[in-house]
């Protein structure tokens, strides 16, 4: 397999407040560095805060990286004019509600990103092309005189798709795109999009709370905690064979839909909340909560290192522990 | 057997707007005995938090129960007033929200709401109320509750929040804790985190508590009996095995298939509810789920299909269980 995107160090300050001489800093996304090969899918999972959606949304330059590089398809496009990779990247939202225009036909909606593209040459093709995508995505060609909110959440989700499909991406940042949707719709649309994962070629970065559903989509899966990437491996080996004390500790917390293996579960419970990322901790940001902290853990960073093939992980005793 | 606690019987609650008459609640219901642990599961829209509020006698704008009796400890809930219904809530029924932002008062400390609740139902004075309240925040597993009493809800993180509330829901000490989503705006951390204390709690004070969520693993994690709701029906009822090792409603039955489990160690292909979710504005004239039911037969679309008991507490509305009681009925005549 090939690699589509690398992404080397990346790092995503905001400035929120302080003074010029001594400007504060929320290190969203802090020194990352991980790949996504061509047609493959990385889940990106940890708490809310830790820096999933920036990291996304910095790899399409949604955001100006504050240090760091991006290369996608070979080309470094840490600093070019985005526009003809806008075309090909693309992104899906969570909230199916607030990121479809309410005043636009759901033909428009999906003929709009056609249009900035000049993707079709004469208004019968234009049409052609938005009936393909809404019927790609599970809908018909009827659906594309109505307003969004004539739909339900599964369906307005299947819009958004349509409209990021419409351009014909190879890679899709996918924001929590179930997490809005009612248990029996998610599945419709995981399934969606794996069909097209499959049809299309397509690549994604997929990025959800839920590790039920991030552990069954995925071929890898990266943990962050507080900016930091602190382990990335194959997504059945980050399930039963992880490494890093967070991980452990987020894996053993989702409830199992499963009443005899949740009764005989493991459940290793994290003291204390997450630390405010305007003031995280020295060495290792995990420190604080970590069972296993030691001295060294507040003095150094730990490195993000392989420890066997695609396995890696940010932590002084992985050794020690495992 | 223990205490009956909590017995709904039948009942029926519309909401009346102006686009129509929305039936939420369509022949409901629930016994509970005390020291029960009961999930709610179910789309979206389907009559969870009505029927929850209803136990406390709350019911909101424009809506009226139509039909049917909710006992509750002793209380026939729907014929009370609402001055009787103040002495009840907080008291011996408590409830805590999905986001605990909006049921605190932004403008008063901490402290000041959980002593408001223990001096609104007790007679202790403001000294004792005020020792009571660091007691009940140490119970929730907050440190330096001194301290914490003296600040505002915004200066706590969102699972500190989550346990002020179940503080607050506590002070009475109530028979039954009712949680609608408690855990859904927070991290999986945060979540283990608060279940584990609303399951020592039940242990020490002896509640029984009814789990309102979507996550069937919240469900399978600590309850004992559950209720499945589709479209204002209790589509089926059992234990918590009964449930996920026998489930007996193809709505039931397609939940549970239709969702990934992180210990599978196999990809499978999920098999997805074909369909939308109905309109209750619209309602089918038979089984609710019909429309979306791959076994659907004709008699489906047309009546509602009575509880067909597989065990004493495990039963379910549909008509493939009629059928099968009925030819099993033939074969032995
Ligand atoms: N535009 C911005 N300006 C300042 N701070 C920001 C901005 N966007 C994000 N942040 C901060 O950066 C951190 C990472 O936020 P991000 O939205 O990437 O987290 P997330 O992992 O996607 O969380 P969630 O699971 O809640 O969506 C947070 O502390 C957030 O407050
Ligand atoms: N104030 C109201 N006015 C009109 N209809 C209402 C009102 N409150 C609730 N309903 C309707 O009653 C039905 C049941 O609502 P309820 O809030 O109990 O659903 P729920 O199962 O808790 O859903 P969710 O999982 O989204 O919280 C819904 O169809 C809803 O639209
Ligand atoms: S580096 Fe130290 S504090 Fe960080 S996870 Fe490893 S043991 Fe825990
Ligand atoms: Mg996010
Ligand atoms: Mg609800």
Redesign the pocket.
């Known amino acids: 397999m090939s690699r589509l995107l690398e992404v080397n160090n990346l790092k995503q300050y905001?400035?929120?407040g302080g003074s010029i001489f001594r400007p504060k800093y929320?290190k969203?996304?802090d020194d990352v560095t991980f790949h996504i090969d061509k047609g493959e899918t990385l889940g990106l999972v940890?708490?809310?805060?830790?820096?999933?959606?920036?990291?996304g949304?910095t790899i399409l330059r949604l955001?100006e990286p504050t240090d760091g590089q991006i290369i996608y398809d070979g080309t470094d496009i840490t600093k070019v004019d985005m526009m003809p990779y806008r075309r090909r990247m693309q992104i899906v939202f969570?909230d199916p509600y607030a990121s479809l225009n309410p005043r636009m036909t759901v033909g428009d909606i999906v003929g709009e990103a056609i249009d900035i593209h000049k993707l079709a040459s004469d208004k019968h093709e234009r049409k052609e092309r938005i009936y393909t995508m809404l019927e790609r995505v599970g809908l018909n060609s009827e659906h594309a005189n109505r307003y969004p909110h004539e739909f339900s959440g599964g369906q307005r989700q299947r819009i958004g798709i349509a409209r990021a499909l419409a351009v014909d991406p190879e890679f899709i940042v996918c924001?929590?795109p179930i997490s809005a949707l009612d248990v029996s719709i998610q599945a419709q649309v995981v399934n969606m999009f794996e069909e097209l994962q499959q049809d299309l070629g397509l690549t994604y970065l997929f990025?959800a709370?839920d590790l039920n559903v991030v552990k069954h989509i995925s071929n890898r899966i990266g943990v962050?905690y507080l900016?930091k990437l602190v382990e990335l491996a194959d997504s059945y080996e980050l399930t039963f064979h992880n490494l890093h004390p967070y991980t452990k500790s987020l894996i053993s917390a989702i409830p199992i839909p499963d009443p005899v293996e949740s009764r005989t579960k493991k459940r290793i419970v994290l003291e204390g909340d997450v630390p405010s990322?305007l003031d995280p901790p020295t060495g290792c940001r995990f420190r604080t909560r970590c069972p296993y902290a030691t001295e060294i853990c507040a003095e150094q960073e730990p490195e993000f290192r392989e420890i066997s093939k695609g396995h890696h992980v940010a932590c002084h005793h992985v050794e020690k522990i495992n | 057997m223990g205490k009956t606690l909590v017995d709904i019987k039948n009942l029926r609650l519309s909401f009346f707007t102006p686009a129509g008459e929305v039936k939420a609640l369509n022949d409901i219901s629930i016994k509970m005995e005390e020291g029960d642990v009961l999930g709610i599961v179910g789309e979206s829209g389907s009559g969870k938090s009505v029927t929850a509020y209803s136990l406390m006698g709350l019911v909101p704008y424009p809506g009226r129960i139509i039909g049917g009796t909710i006992d509750f400890n002793g209380h026939r809930i729907n014929e009370m007033t609402e001055e009787q219904l103040r002495d009840i809530r907080g008291n011996e029924v408590s409830i805590i929200f999905q986001d605990p932002m909006t049921s605190l008062n932004p403008v008063y400390t901490i402290g000041n709401q959980i002593m408001e609740v223990i001096l609104l139902h007790t007679d202790k004075d403001k000294k004792q109320a005020c020792e009571r309240a660091v007691e009940l925040l140490t119970l929730v597993g907050i440190n330096e509750p001194a301290k914490r009493m003296k600040q505002y809800p915004h200066e706590l993180s969102g699972g500190m929040r989550q346990r002020v509330m179940i503080a607050i829901a506590l002070a009475c000490e109530p028979k039954l804790l009712i949680a609608d989503e408690p855990t859904t705006a927070l991290d999986v951390t945060i979540q283990a985190q608060i279940l584990e204390l609303m399951m020592e709690l039940k242990r020490k004070i002896g509640m029984s508590i009814i789990m309102i969520t979507h996550d069937l693993g919240i469900v399978a994690n600590m309850c004992q009996k559950i209720a499945v709701m589709y479209a204002g029906k209790i589509v089926e009822y059992g234990t918590t095995d009964d449930i996920f090792y026998n489930p007996r409603h193809e709505y039931t039955k397609g939940l549970l298939r239709s969702i990934p489990k992180l210990t599978d160690k196999e990809r499978k292909r999920l098999v997805p509810i074909e369909g939308t979710p109905v309109d209750l504005l619209n309602p089918p004239a038979g089984c609710p789920f019909a429309p979306r039911c791959s076994s659907c037969m004709k008699v489906c679309l047309k009546r509602m299909p009575e509880y067909t008991h597989i065990s004493e507490d495990h039963y379910s509305a549909c008509w493939l269980l009629q059928k099968e009681e009925f030819e099993k009925r033939g074969e032995r005549a």
Do not use: L, N, W, Y
């Open positions: 905001f400035r929120v929320v969203a996304v940890g708490e809310s805060g830790c820096g999933k959606t920036t990291t949304r955001h969570q924001d929590e990025i709370h962050m900016g990322p």
